[in-house]
Antibody
Framework: QVQLVQSGAEVKKPGASVKVSCKASGYTFTSYGISWVRQAPGQGLEWMGWISVYTGNTNYAQNLQGRITMTTDTSTTTAYMELRSLRSDDTAVYYC??????????WGQGTLVTVSS | QSVLTQPPSVSGAPGQRVTISCTGSSSNIGAGYDVHWYQQLPGTAPKLLIYGNINRPSGVPDRFSGSKSGTSASLAITGLQAEDEADYYCHSYDSSLSGSGIFGGGTKLTVL
């Protein structure tokens, strides 16, 4: 079955970087894009960006431009999201999701990133 | 402040019908972008509920339906069940944000 499995929880200090992985299985990895969405504690969903696995093209949320990089490794069918210069308000659960024709299905299980000194 | 506006909460008794609205503008829903809906049960990842405004993925009960008109969309749930208690999010895209994805603020559904 189609599945996205994310890396484990991370604790980072302010100013550090984090790289979350998302391992895809059960479908042709290069046929779909991967989007990243985050959810701060008790808050709603925030779209972070998208990467075309086939071309490597990306589209990042304006408020994250300059701090975020999305990449993929087709040899291991894994997508990565790196966020730099972490702040306390980056504390959130980070989700990857397969993007079909604009919608997301399925989603990864989520990765909690805690930014604290 | 989300670009798409949803009511923070709705409620209904078992068996009743509820609707959740998602209001956008001429740069997103009104520009022709499709609306998608997700259900998030407590402590779990969101799950696709409706895609392309009106379509249900296989496995989603036909008690769930979506619609879109003008700059708004709606999710309707009929025959409410206790297991429907969750957060619901609408999702679309916005041309004024270079085609970036946008979400509604989410609606908490309580089954009384």
């Amino acid at each position: 079955q189609v599945q996205l499995v994310q890396s484990g929880a991370e604790v980072k200090k302010p100013g550090a970087s984090v790289k979350v992985s998302c391992k895809a299985s059960g479908y042709t990895f290069t046929s779909y894009g991967i989007s990243w969405v985050r959810q701060a504690p008790g808050q709603g969903l925030e779209w972070m960006g998208w990467i075309s696995v086939y071309t490597g093209n990306t589209n990042y949320a304006q408020n994250l431009q300059g701090r975020i990089t999305m990449t993929t490794d087709t040899s291991t069918t894994t997508a990565y999201m790196e966020l730099r210069s972490l702040r306390s308000d980056d504390t959130a659960v980070y989700y990857c999701a397969r993007e079909l024709d604009g919608w997301f299905d399925p989603w990864g299980q989520g990765t909690l990133v805690t930014v604290s000194s | 402040q989300s670009v798409l506006t949803q009511p923070p909460s709705v409620s209904g008794a078992p068996g009743q019908r509820v609707t959740i609205s998602c209001t956008g503008s001429s740069s997103n829903i009104g520009a022709g972008y499709d609306v998608h809906w997700y259900q998030q049960l407590p402590g779990t990842a969101p799950k696709l509920l409706i895609y392309g405004n009106i379509n249900r993925p296989s496995g989603v009960p036909d008690r769930f339906s979506g619609s879109k008109s003008g700059t708004s969309a709606s999710l309707a749930i009929t025959g409410l069940q206790a297991e429907d208690e969750a957060d619901y999010y609408c999702h679309s895209y916005d041309s004024s944000l270079s085609g970036s994805g946008i979400f509604g603020g989410g609606t908490k559904l309580t089954v009384l």
